[in-house]
């Protein structure tokens, strides 16, 4: 038998008190909908009511494009049910060296906002993949780049920034790398040193227009990848009050913490936001399960992400009420705030 096929199933007797909706409305702040200009009436309407079979009461489009592609996506998702789902634009780094690349860019942003977008969200090309036009990797805080940063924050829209990947893809794919599995799975996320800055490198990039760009609100994606050194993070937030967390694809780093990541969740419970990254109804209500209930030793979705099982952190009514909903009313234009009431 192969390693990839050894599955086995618990023995072990315990209480057990799966959720498949959520305590509170909540809002999901990290998803992707490539397609929603083409999205039919039927296919809204089912959304919609998975959404309520929930407790979803808004989704946010992080994938809206720019110009007319960003447009249509507003007028599908939103004019369909302009309540439930908000839409984010996207910069395109293509051409960054080209003379004036600065000024159309925030043009065009300022644009994309005044025609509906609520926020920007960065992919995490920047600072991997996307180069100018002489081959040069463009660092995430690149200069050309800062007017765009300032112009989210002037006109009060989040940035929802993704920069590199989980530490162990960086480190040999080897018997003490834990994503061993993954990378197995999914080779292409492997970042050989001889393509790629190190995982500090890109990381401190980000944190660097962190600092520099105190007026704007940053959500880094993935708990900023470091779920897996909460203590880390915690400085991170006590540092720049202009900083948040999503959670997105990141549970089974605090589902395998119980006692460490309740603390650190109800210490920052106005700084981390919820996110899913990846949109599947069931998968949802193992969130629900991690951030609601005590249970002890069950399943994460997902084998790839983590070969270890998950445990309940328990948190309060208010950490809950943060986390799903007040803290995205704080800081994404435009909810409705009745639909949390």
């Known amino acids: ?37 083409d999205m039919s009436d039927d296919q809204l309407e089912k959304l919609v009511g998975e959404m309520d079979a929930m407790n979803m ?14 447009r249509n996506s507003i007028s599908t998702m939103e004019g369909y049910a302009p309540e439930r789902f908000v839409t984010f634009a996207n910069v395109d780094f293509r051409g960054i060296d080209d003379p004036g690349w600065t000024e159309a860019s925030v043009t065009q942003l300022e644009a994309d906002i005044r025609n509906g977008a609520r926020g920007l969200k960065i992919y995490k090309n920047l600072g991997m993949e996307v180069r100018d036009s002489k081959g040069n990797r463009v660092r995430v805080d690149d200069e050309r780049i800062g007017p765009i940063w300032d112009l989210c924050g002037r006109l009060g829209v989040p940035v929802l920034i993704h920069t590199a990947d989980p530490a162990p893809f960086w480190l040999p794919r080897d018997e003490n790398n834990e994503r061993w599995f993954e990378l197995k799975e999914r080779p292409n996320r492997i970042r050989p040193s001889d393509q790629y800055p190190s995982w500090e490198t890109i990381i ?33 937030l006590d540092e720049l009050p202009n900083v948040y967390v999503e959670m997105g694809a990141v549970l089974a780093e605090l589902g395998r913490q119980p006692r460490t990541a309740k603390a650190f969740l109800e210490r920052h419970k106005d700084r981390v936001l919820f996110g899913k990254d990846s949109y599947a109804p069931s998968e949802y209500h193992v969130y629900f399960r991690v951030l609601e209930t005590e249970d002890e030793y069950f399943d994460y979705y997902r084998q790839r992400h983590a070969h270890w099982k998950m445990y309940g952190l328990g948190l309060s009514d208010d950490a809950l009420q943060h986390i799903y909903y007040k803290n995205a009313l704080r800081i994404i234009p435009g909810l409705d705030a009745s639909l949390f009431e």
């Open 204 to 236: 401190g990039e980000q944190h660097n227009i962190f600092r520099r760009h105190s007026q704007t609100t940053f959500i880094s994606a993935h708990m900023g990848w470091l779920g897996n050194d909460l203590a880390r993070l915690s400085d991170l």
């Open 1 to 37: 038998m192969y390693f990839e096929a050894f599955k086995p199933r618990s023995t072990l007797v315990v209480d057990e008190n799966p959720v498949t909706r959520a305590r509170f409305p909540f809002v999901d702040v990290h998803a992707h909908f490539f397609g929603a200009a």
């Open 57 to 70: 009461a808004a989704l946010v489009n992080l994938s809206g494009r720019s110009g007319q592609a960003l």
